[in-house]
Structures are given as C-alpha cells and as structure tokens.
C-alpha cells in the first residue's frame, strides 16, 4: 500500500513540473501587435515569476506594460533575450524648467539596461547632460555612479546630418549591469547664443539600431513632440540569480525544458537564457509541441538554398542532384545533365571511352572532395551559427562571403593586387559586384577556437563603431582559416608616412598618435565586450584621403575573458613591438597593446624603425630599448628626429618622450592605460592647437595629470578643455 502511495506521489509531481513549464491554451499571445511568448504572459498561472505583463485597453487600442510599472513594452525576443521598451526624453528649454526623466526597472528583476544595444544620448549645441545610474555587482550589492557628454556648438552650419559625432549629437556607452538611471540636462549659457537654431535640449537612452541622428532637423524642430516624448531603448531579460551549471542542479526549477534547448550564461548581470539548438525554433522554455521543433530547410530556400532534391533531417538538411545530373554546388548552382558518354563512346571508341570515363569520375571526385570540404570548413568555422545570428538581426550590416565571391573579386589573389604581406597572411585589394573596393585578409594561420565563438566574435567586430578603426564588412568560411574583408583605406601605411622620407611636423605627430590612442581606448574600454588588438605596429595603422589614422588588421584580436583572473594566453604580434612581459608569460593583456602603442610613439619622435637593421644583440638594435636607455641617460635630444625639435615646442615633445617612456616600461602594472595615455596625448594636442595656453612645464604637468584621472561627469558647473576631452573618448564618435 506504501509504495503505490509513493508511485502516486511521484508521478503527481511529475505532472506538476510538466505543467510548470507548458503556457496554458486560455492564456493570450499578443497585447495589441506584441507577441508575448512565454516565460512572458498575461493573467494568473500565464508566466513565470518576474515576467508578468499587463494588457492595458484604451481608446488607442491595447498596449503592453512590464508588470507593476508604467514601462511600455514594444517588443520581446526569445532569440536574442531583449526586450525593447519606450522611455521618457528629458527635456531642457530656453527661459523653461527642465522635465528631467527616470528609468527605473527594479533591482529584483530579470530587466537590466543592455550595454551593447543602448547608448547615452544628447541633442543640442548648448548642452551638458548628466546619468545617475545604478547598477548590481557580482557579489549583490548596489553601486552607483555619474557620468554624461557635452555637446557645443555656436553655429548651425558645423551640425552634419546622420552622424552623431559630438557636434549637436553627443553619445557615450553604458555599464553593464545597469537597473537605474536617472537623467539631468542643462545649458551653459541658456542657449542665448543658439536659440535661434536651437532652444532645447533633449536626453534619452537611445537603441543605436533605431535611432538616427537628423541633424539641423532635430536641434530646430520640435523633436520632443515629434517623438511622442518617448525614445525606445533595450534591455537584456534573464532567468534568475544562477549560471547555467547550477540552474541544471536545482532542476526542478531549471528553465530551459525544451528537448532541442542549450542554456546560456547571461552576458549582462545574473542569471541565464535559453536558445533552441542549432537547426531548430520554438520556443525554449516550453515543452513539447510549443517548445524547439527541427526546422525543415527544405521549406525556406532563401535562407538555406538548394537548386537539386532536398531532404530535410534533424537538425540540419543534406542537398544533391538528381540521378543523371551533377554541380559543383548544388546548395548554390543548378544541377546539369551528366556528360553525353553513349553517343561519344559509339563514334570514338572503347579505349576514348574509358578515359573520359575515368577523367569524368576522377574529375566527379575531385569536385565532390572539394565542396565536401567547403562544407566541412563552413561547418567547422561556425557558418551555420553565424547564418543564424544574421537572420535573426537584419539590422547588422556584416556579409558571409562565398570562396568564389572572394576569388572574383581579387582576379583569383592575382599577386598585382597584393596590398601588404607579412608572416601571417596576405592582404588583397578586390572590388565587388557593386563597385565597393575593399581589402581581403587572407591568413595562414589556423585559429583553433571554437566555430560558435568565432561566429560571435565575427559580429562583435563587425560592430565596431570609431571613426578610427577600420570597419570589417564580412568574411568567408568555406576555407580552412576563414578570410577577412575590411573597408579599402586608400592612403598607404603609417610605417610609409614615418620612414617614407617626407617631412613630418609635430602636430602631425600629435594628431596620428592621438587618433590611434582613441581607437585603441575605444577597444579596450568602450566596446562591448572590450577587445585586445593583439598586433599594434605602425604597418597596421592606416591613413585615408584625409590622413586620418585607422587602426586596422583584427586578425591577432582577442575579447577580453569575462573572468578577470584570466588572461588571452595567445601570443601573435610582431617583433619589436612585442610586450616584453608577454613574450615572458605568454599571456596577452590591455597592458600589451599600450607597450606596443608606446613603441609606434618612438618611431615617431625619431623616424627609425622598431628594429635597427645594424648587426649586433638584440638589445642593440631595439629602437624601445635605446629610447629608454637616451630618457634615463638625459641624451634623447640626440635620438630624436631633428625636424621634429626644429619645428615642435620642446616642452611638448619633452611630454610625450616621458609619455612613451611609461608606455615601455618593462613591468606592464607600471605602464598607463589606454584610456590614460589617448586623454594625455589629447590634451598635449590642445596646447598645440591653443598658443594662448601657459608654457610652464609643472602647470602643464599639472592640468594634464588632473584631466587623466576626471572620468566621471559632475552635475553641476562648467567643464574645462581636459574635462571634455575625457568625454570625446568615452563616446568613440
């Protein structure tokens, strides 16, 4: 009698976790035009704890809101574990109080405010906007803190259209982690120099997919109104406090039910998401027929073609030619009749006939060796993952390349078209079907990550945004180590410029240091998750029709780990610039690119090159070596190139040796960061560009110091040339 009472028991338990995961039939998908998917719903026993959603109807129709707040929900993706909102605009107007505005989520949530996806925004050309945020630390507690951008501008005709690039548009990133922010604006000089182009101002949090700056349009127009008072902005949801590993051990609460469902660590605060694995959809979170089903390619031929039979199988999708046909590449050619051998074998003879045979099959093999191997390759470089991330995300402006695509493009790698070369790879110039010149990076060297992380990696690049980096447009997986295709910058290499022979001034020094250091900070601090160069040198940093600096060559990049205990152990640079430090621990870090960064500085300051071609030890013929070596022994006057001396102020070019000096300190912990050392050369530049400026070495010293260590934006006040300075970095454009 017990044990039939205990089977009862379990297996009414059984049914109640199987009912805990499946949406009841009553309950409503949609709000107005919102799907609302579940672990989201709405009315009782319709969602799971934290996800609740209101339905409110009014004469407007029905409009959904994030439970217990007055937050309006405009979108939900299960795919991409974002949710997009509408939030108020904070407003500030001529002879007017400011409307300022509050986004506040809740620190018990699954929301917080997406660092990637959003960034702080402000219109206006008399405009300091202020943030107060706060956010969850790994260990639970709270932290906050203030930071914000300035914009200022005296006239109308220096505000361009469609780019947000500090001039009537300031924007500036957010901190993972974000459940908090409160926003403040005001005005300088209450917009009485502008208000006849400009009497407000406006700050919001801004998807950068969904807004675009108008320019004139939006400083003089009416935007608050135009805008309903409201901008949309993202936010990241996520299932609990747990990681994947130990949601699994609590299974009884564990999330991702789905049979064809992986889990997925938060990137953003606590907790975890669940995705259907690759080759199926549904929904995750729910089981059986609601949850992932196999996806039948079969039934989508623009997202996964084939111009022969195709068979549908779990998970993926196999695509050949019929019985009498044959292509080279069915998924992308159409199947041809089969060579006519009867008839040639009548009129030439059995011997003929047996070569064509042969030559047919052996040729048929070798094609089929070849296409299964760009399959192969596609598959192990992680197409598929990366199909997926794009189909799901139209708005991401990256394209996967064909082999063949490539191949026309650069006339086969035709060795004419060869931009540069070195011990890694080759780079290509080639131009596409629409005219677009670009430069191909063709690599020999087998990066052994794994295809779902060089997929993610690929779009994470992709998205770089700095006026100083070079935009990668795309790739091509169907080879071995896949290749690389990145905007053509026209102008040749800083390495030409330095050791070209021409004459260079010190403020051209200045600007090509000062561009390269914002980019790299960008990298490192800015972008999302933070990016190590790997390769910093002056044959990788470009200069366009402008002569603009360009950081370019990703192909040594590596994230930044998560985990702050750990370290890119790779190790891809170029001698000369290699940390010493790393060439020690082969462990690649921030501190790595700013050693390299520092010996770009010396080629500069002295127009030599990183290694002295002269016979002798290494250390002899190390150019970071022997500007250090000139600093400490009070001789660097000799080393440096004397037109730089001639034509530079001393007391500048005395900064930035010092400035280089600290960057090549052997012990990385001693060397400035990026972000330290591009806020110092920004400010050496405005002494340069202002001779009105004091010319006392410890005043400089002094103002220079203080600005390296201003990162966060105060309220109230006003802001000096280094405050600012410290802001343009943070902001990337």
Known sequence: ??????????????????????????????????????PFGIGENCFREGFGINCSNSDLGATPYINGTNIIVKNISLLLGEMVISQYIALDCYNESYTPATLDLGYNSPYTFSDTQNKFTALGCDTAATNFQESINSDGGISNFRTGCISICNSSNVVSNETCNGIGCCQTSIPKGVKYIEIGIFSFYNYTEVRHFNPCSYAFLADQRRFTFHGLSDLSGDFYNKSDKIAPAVVDWAIGNQTCEEAKKAASDYACVSQNSACNDSSNGHGYRCNCSEGYQGNPYLHGDGGCQDINECMDNSSYPCKGICINTPGNYTCACPKGKHSDDPKKYECKASFPIVPVALGAGIPFILILIFSWIYLGLQTRRLNNLKEKFFQQNGGFHLQRLLSSNPNIAFKMFSKEDLERATDKFNQNNILGQGGQGMVFKGVLPNNQVVAVKKSMVVNEMQNTQFAN???????????????????????????????????????????????????DLLKFATETASAIAYLHSAASPPILHGDIKSSNILLDENHMAKVSDFGASKLTPIDKDQFATFMQGTWGYLDPECLQTGQLTDKSDVYSFGVVLAELLTRRKAVSSIEGNVKDRSLANIFVTSMKESRITNLLDPHTVKEGRMDLITEVCKLTTRCLSIIGEYRPTMKEVAMELEGLAMFEIHPWVPNNPEEMESLLGQSSNNCVVDSTGFYSLEKRAVLSIEGGR
């Not at 009698?1 to 009912?19: K, W």
């Not at 998205?463 to 053509?488: A, D, R, S």
């Open 1 to 38: 009698m017990m044990r039939v009472l205990g089977v009862s028991l379990l297996l009414f338990l059984q049914l109640t976790l199987v009912a805990s995961q499946t949406k009841p039939l009553y309950c409503p998908d949609k709000c107005g035009n919102v799907s609302i998917p579940y």
């Open 457 to 507: 990696e690929m779009i994470i690049l992709s998205q770089i945004n700095h006026k100083n980096v070079v935009k990668l447009l795309g790739c091509c997986v169907e080879v071995e180590v896949p290749m690389l295709v990145y905007e053509f910058i026209s102008n040749g290499t800083l390495f030409n410029f330095i050791h070209g022979g021409r004459q260079m001034r010190f403020k």
